[in-house]
C-alpha cells in the first residue's frame, strides 16, 4: 500500500470539490476549481469558452499563483503514479461532445477525467450537446478511486474513478439504449453519441512543442477569462500569449 503525503491528500481533496478545512483564500476557497484545471489541458479556448457559457465560474486565482498552481498539479500526478485500479473496472461519463470529439480524435484523455461507477450521473447534464461514455479500465491503470483514497469520502453518490491525462484510449461508437435516449442535455436535447471507451494502462506522449513563450501569458489568461465573463470579446493577443503559456506551461508539468 503506498502511503500519501499531506499535500497530495489535500490535492485530491481540493480537486474534487471538497474544501473543507482548506484554507480560506481566493486560490484554495472554490470547490469547482477542476473546471478551470481541466480546461488548461485543451488548445486554444474553447473549453474555457464552453464551461463560462455553461455558467461555471472560473477561478482566475488558480493562474495569479504559479508556484501554488504547480505545486497542485505535481502533487495530483504524484498520487496518479502510487494509485491504480486493482481489479477492472466500468465507468461512467456525461461528457461534453466537443470534448468527446477531441479525445476520439486525440486517442487519450486530454485533462483529467472523471467517470462514475454509479452510472450517468444527472449533475453532469448541465452541458450542450452531449456524448455518453462507458470505460472499460482493466486492473493496473493509473487512477484515483476515490472510495478507496480516502477513508471519509465527501460525494460517496458520485462513486467516483478519475482518470489522469494522456491515458490511451479507444473508441466504439455504438446504438442508444432506450434508457441513454432518455437522457437530456441542457437544452433539453438527447445525447448526440453514445460509445464504449476500452481504456489501455499507458500513456501518449504529450504532442506539445513551442518556444518564445510570453512569461506574461497566465496575466493574459486571467484578462481572457474575465472577458468571457463578462459576455466580451478577448482580446486576439491574449488569446494568442495564454494559449502558448499554456503549452509551455503543461510541457514543464508532464516533465
Known amino acids: 500500500m503506498h502511503l500519501y503525503t499531506a499535500d497530495e491528500i489535500r490535492a485530491v481533496r481540493y480537486y474534487i470539490g471538497d474544501i473543507r478545512n482548506l484554507p480560506g483564500d481566493g486560490f484554495w476557497n472554490d470547490p469547482k476549481a477542476y473546471c478551470l484545471l481541466n480546461a488548461l489541458f485543451f488548445p486554444g479556448i474553447t473549453a474555457e ?30 498520487v496518479f503514479r502510487k494509485s491504480s485500479a486493482e481489479r477492472n473496472y466500468r465507468t461512467f461519463r456525461v461528457e461534453r461532445f466537443c470534448d468527446y470529439e477531441l479525445m476520439q480524435k486525440a486517442g487519450k484523455t486530454i485533462s483529467f477525467t472523471s467517470t462514475s461507477c454509479a452510472g450517468f450521473l444527472e449533475a453532469y447534464q448541465d452541458r450542450s450537446g452531449i456524448a455518453l461514455l462507458k470505460f472499460e479500465i482493466p486492473a493496473h491503470t493509473p487512477c484515483i478511486v476515490m472510495q478507496d483514497f480516502f477513508q471519509s469520502y465527501a460525494k460517496p453518490e458520485e462513486a467516483e474513478l478519475l482518470l489522469p491525462p494522456y491515458l490511451k484510449l479507444h473508441f466504439e461508437r455504438l446504438s442508444f439504449s432506450a434508457q441513454e435516449q432518455q437522457i437530456l442535455d441542457a437544452d433539453g436535447k438527447p445525447p448526440l453519441c453514445s460509445c464504449k471507451v476500452r481504456v489501455q494502462p499507458s500513456f501518449v506522449p504529450a504532442d506539445i512543442s513551442c518556444s518564445a513563450v510570453p512569461e506574461s501569458g497566465n496575466l493574459a489568461g486571467i484578462r481572457v477569462i474575465q472577458a468571457l465573463q463578462h ?25
Open 231 to 255: 459576455h466580451q470579446k478577448p482580446d486576439e493577443q491574449d488569446i494568442a500569449f495564454y494559449t502558448l503559456w499554456k503549452q509551455n506551461f503543461l510541457q514543464q508539468i508532464s516533465k
Open 49 to 78: 469558452s464552453s464551461r463560462i457559457a455553461e455558467g461555471k465560474i472560473l477561478n482566475t486565482e488558480l493562474l495569479a499563483d504559479i508556484p501554488r498552481l504547480t505545486a497542485l498539479l505535481n502533487n495530483l500526478f504524484s
